[in-house]
């Protein structure tokens, strides 16, 4: 990255831009937060797809770059200040592992997921959810995801474990145990 300056944010509460902007925050870059309200629909706006023709948030600005998806946002600003060490190193299955994990959650688990809780009743929606559970399970190092510093996985992780109900985490003892940990280390309450 040539400058930790230049960022730019198009953000709305609540979603997946909060992820990237609790990795700003906590990089302590400055950036520009361009408010969307998607309930008014200004994700779709003309002015709004030119930077982003699907028509979603986030998108992150850096300069001329423009990037779409929250993975890719999280894990470029990872590596905005390499002395941070939020990512591991490069050749190492801790690299492996992060990214598959950030590859798997917003395109197999957060879908598949998504749509078991919208219908709940449906036969492999309880599949779903354990499957997506086991995953995290089998990977998680502890006492963060990776081993015994936290990286960027560990911000965009956290971000979609919130949504679960403690009951649900409870079958997974590591897991449930590693989401109350972030939850101490991670605020969400304003992203």
Do not use: C
């Amino acid at each position: 990255m040539s400058t930790l300056a230049d960022f730019t944010l198009y953000h709305s509460p609540g979603s997946r831009s909060g992820r990237t902007k609790m990795m700003l925050d906590l990089l302590a870059l400055p950036y520009t937060l361009v408010p969307m309200d998607m309930r008014a629909g200004e994700h779709k706006d003309a002015a709004y797809l030119a930077i982003n023709p699907y028509g979603v948030v986030p998108t992150l600005k850096h300069g001329s770059r423009v990037i779409l998806e929250s993975a890719a946002q999280v894990m470029y600003l990872a590596e905005a200040d390499p002395t941070r060490a939020l990512a591991p190193p490069v050749g190492t299955p801790e690299r492996a592992t992060y990214y598959e994990m950030f590859v798997l959650a917003p395109s197999v688990i957060e879908p598949t997921v998504g749509h078991a809780w919208r219908h709940p009743d449906a036969p492999e929606s309880a599949k779903a959810i354990h499957r997506a559970l086991s995953l995290y399970d089998q990977r998680f190092t502890g006492p963060y995801f990776l081993g015994t510093a936290m990286t960027a996985l560990d911000v965009f992780l956290h971000w979609g474990l919130r949504f679960f109900p403690e009951d649900v985490l409870e079958e997974f003892s590591r897991i449930a145990r590693y989401r109350r940990h972030m939850d101490q280390q991670l605020d969400w309450s304003t992203y």
